[in-house]
């Protein structure tokens, strides 16, 4: 048992492992990228990386023919921290290379959790229009309404997958009926019967209340294309305790939802794309779309919004533009596009708890890359005063770690900085102007480091108590900075700045010991004088 063990353990930590599930990483985005010419982006990423098993169909049959990215991404992701929990010690020689590694973590499960929790919807409005949802484009769903009350509807919605389970009933305690799926074309054209196309092959339809008799239905092979989208319909039965109340027909093409009377009450029943309501509702005010002269090529478009909550704690002007959108209750809005002669706008609205989580696993490789360098450089410039006849003393601790935290300082500052710089004004200015001060003082301290200077301790001092002071600053433009930061990236931002900042008032009084002022050979020359006078 103990030896089976040992073989688990061994075979999850080797570097082999490693090795070949890089190897499949790479050939999965080939063979992905290639797909994507007949399936889109959409169904690329559905079966190729948000699965465990690449399924294709051969005849009529899912044959497995890949591992998923699931698979493939859950693997290394065991294979790296075994590795780590059994073979890494941490040191601060090899600190850099373990925060590439805790990046590259970071990173598999930043993207697990996209593909887990990510939710993109579309809100398309008119000019004046208000509206407090948005709408999905791949998804649907059946909508049954009750519109008895003028002042309220109350609505049952129905995923659009359980409409392709023909002949099941779907029952639920808020409706005094049943629906029956009786036809389900996940893509058709829906045409008037004496302006049906005769190219089009039409399908039995069996409608017989409201306009549905009226229709053609034409099913389509499904596109997989970004810019096009399917356009579902079906044909459902209404069955009550008394019988059946009709087979009516629903499509995503039909504006207007079929109605019908039953226990004394309205009913409305449509299929339509699925709907993400919100607490808040947008307004578009403006709608700006600026052309290059003599051309048709936008030159820039955006939307100037109201946001509004029912209890009117929110009311305010938003202008949503290219690479600055809207961030309110978790979710984005971004400017995607324009409709209807420039009077309609369309809205990408997403939202993505891990959003932030891609970059800072990206800063974290980039600050191990740059401390595991910096260190190596640090070395080949003390070997390099040794040669000169300075004496060679072993880099303390101390010393070492100054690298790290000024890389994660920077870090904190170029995060802070991506966020102001979403606002207008002065905000990102200052941002700017405060990075470029640490710029020079961590470039001033790294010089000092590297050469050994005495200045470089009271250099250090100055700059942990500049941090305290703009740690104060980041916490009051966190809380009273409006909703520019979300939750996680506020605490993000935070944490590393006092982090770092705790990091450099503890080094300042670290570098007071005798061996890390022995690093310094002007300080260990004074001292070696001392000592001999006595």
Not at 13 to 19: E, F, N
Not at 60 to 74: E, H, L, N, S
Not at 159 to 179: D, N, S
Request: net charge positive.
């Amino acid at each position: 048992m103990r030896e089976l063990y040992r073989e688990f353990v061994k075979f999850f930590v080797s570097l082999q492992l490693t090795v070949a599930l890089l190897a499949l990483s790479a050939l999965l985005v080939f063979l992905a990228t290639i797909d994507q010419v007949h399936l889109g982006i959409w169904a690329v990423q559905e079966k190729w990386f948000k699965s465990f098993i690449v399924l294709q169909d051969i005849k009529g049959f899912p044959f497995p023919i890949f591992p998923g990215g699931y698979f493939i991404g859950g693997l290394l992701l065991i294979n790296l921290v075994a590795a780590h929990a059994k073979r890494f010690v941490f040191s601060w020689k090899k600190a850099g290379i373990q925060l590439v590694h805790f990046g590259l973590i970071l990173l598999l499960l930043g993207e697990l959790f996209t593909g887990l929790f990510q939710e993109e919807y579309q809100m398309r409005l008119d000019e004046g229009q208000t509206r407090n949802y948005s709408e999905s484009w791949r998804y649907n769903e059946l909508a049954v309404v009750d519109t008895t009350a003028p002042d309220k509807d109350v609505m049952t919605v129905i995923p659009e997958k359980r409409l392709a389970r023909l002949g099941a009933e779907i029952t639920t305690p808020a409706l005094p009926f049943r629906v029956i799926p009786r036809a389900y074309y996940p893509n058709a054209a829906i045409s008037m019967k004496e302006q049906a196309p005769p190219m089009l092959k039409a399908a039995e339809n069996t409608a017989n209340r409201g306009l549905g008799p009226r229709f053609s239905i034409a099913p389509l092979a499904m596109t997989y294309k970004q810019d096009q989208r399917n356009l579902p319909a079906a044909l459902v039965e209404i069955v009550s305790p008394e019988g059946s109340l009709g087979v009516f027909l629903v499509s995503t093409m039909l504006v207007e939802p079929e109605r019908f009377s039953y226990a004394g009450r309205e009913w409305a029943i449509s299929l339509r794309f699925e709907r993400a309501y919100k607490p808040y509702a947008l307004t578009l005010l403006d709608f700006t779309h600026d052309r290059y002269a003599g051309t048709d090529i936008p030159k820039n478009f955006s939307s100037r919004v109201r946001l509004a909550t029912p209890d009117g704690v929110n009311d305010r002007e938003v202008l949503i533009f290219m690479n600055n959108p809207l961030r309110h209750d978790g979710m984005t809005f971004y400017q995607a596009g324009f409709d209807n002669n420039d009077r309609t706008t369309v809205l990408q609205v997403v939202r993505n708890p891990s959003w932030v989580i891609p970059y800072i696993s990206c800063l974290l490789m980039a600050v191990g890359l740059f401390w595991q360098f910096g260190w190596h450089l640090l070395l080949f410039t003390a070997r390099r005063g040794s040669e000169r006849g300075q004496p060679l003393a072993a880099a303390p601790g101390a010393v070492l770690a100054v690298g790290l935290v000024l890389a994660l300082r920077l870090m904190a500052g170029l995060v802070g900085l991506w966020v102001t710089a979403s606002t207008d004004g002065t905000p990102a200015a200052i941002g700017l102007a405060v990075l470029l001060a640490e710029f020079a003082l961590c470039g001033a301290l790294l010089v000092g480091l590297a050469s050994r200077r005495a200045w470089t301790r009271r250099l250090l001092a100055f700059y942990a108590w500049i941090s305290l002071a703009l740690l104060g600053g980041v916490i009051a433009y966190g809380f009273l900075g409006g909703d520019i930061y979300d939750a996680i990236l506020r605490w993000v931002v935070i944490g590393l700045h006092a982090l770092t900042a705790a990091a450099l008032l503890a080094l300042a009084r670290a570098f007071a010991r005798p061996d890390v002022a022995a690093w310094f050979p002007g300080r260990a020359t004074a001292a070696q004088t001392s000592q001999a006078s006595a």
